[in-house]
């Protein structure tokens, strides 16, 4: 899974720099942080929406949509994919006193 992000995380960073006509990714950066964070917080209604009626294929799409907005609001803040694994995995590590994810 990681990889998949990993990837998609370091296309979405290529377009800060290389910023081709017909990316929609560049188009977002080009709209600055309030945009960004718009689409964040529009995907993310969807997400409940698609939830509450529309069907697991549906919800899995909005997911998808709310994650690569995510990754396009951290690469315009210059966070890196792999903060926000670490952030995860000390969460999720049962040794942690500030784990938040009930795993056991």
Do not use: C
Not at 41 to 57: F, N, P, R, S, T
Not at 71 to 91: K, M, Q, S, Y
Request: zero cysteines.
């Amino acid at each position: 899974m990681s990889d998949t992000l990993d990837q998609l995380y370091a296309t979405i960073e290529s377009r800060k720099v290389n910023a081709p006509a017909d990316s929609y990714t560049a188009k977002l950066f080009a709209a600055g942080e309030d945009e960004i964070v718009k689409k964040v917080g529009e995907e993310a209604i969807e997400v409940i929406v698609a939830a509450k009626g529309q069907g697991d294929v549906r919800v899995v799409s909005e997911v998808a949509d709310l994650i690569y907005h995510a990754l396009v609001l951290l690469a315009a803040r210059g966070i890196a994919w792999r903060t926000v694994e670490e952030e995860l995995a000390r969460r999720a590590s049962p040794s942690s006193p500030l784990s938040r994810f009930p795993l056991s």
